[in-house]
């Protein structure tokens, strides 16, 4: 590994309410699901408006999750900062498929959804903080939602969570 040189900010905005900062190539890229059991239909995720939108549908009359996973199109050098930092902005349930949680994680892999190196999530409305404070190079940066499926009810609409802001902090 090289060595790191320079001045960081104590604040780097990746996306606020629909502005992408400081990427080369911004957008995201809906990479499945983590999840063993295929309880989901309708899966996906996108940026519309100021929100990265996560959303789908259980299946069936089970009680398993399906976690929709995205990731930035690039990778991202995470020296220098402590925190990486998303806002869970809201959530638009179907009946019968809850929104779980929102969660985040960085990997080495540009599509690796079973490994990562460290992660986090956040049940309610907030923000959400993943400590990046022992890692230092570019990493992938991974992030969705979880949803379930309500035992022995029939599903029937489709969910919705939302992340708003995406950044790295020093504090």
Known sequence: MGTF??????????????TWSNLSSTGISYVGTRD????????????DGGNFVFTGKATGLDSWSFQITARLNQSFNLTGYNYLKFYYSGKNEGKNTPVYNTFIYVSSGSNDLKSYVSGTELRNIGTGVLNISSLSGYYWIYFGATM??????????QSYAYISQLYLSKN
């Not at 960081?8 to 309410?17: A, H, I």
């Not at 063993?36 to 940026?47: D, F, K, L, Q």
């Not at 379930?148 to 609409?157: A, F, Q």
């Open 5 to 18: 040189e320079g001045w960081v900010s104590d604040t780097l905005l990746l996306f606020s309410n629909g």
């Open 36 to 47: 063993e059991y295929s309880v989901g239909s309708n899966e996906n995720a996108y940026v």
């Open 148 to 157: 379930n499926s309500t035992y022995r009810l029939t599903p029937t609409g």
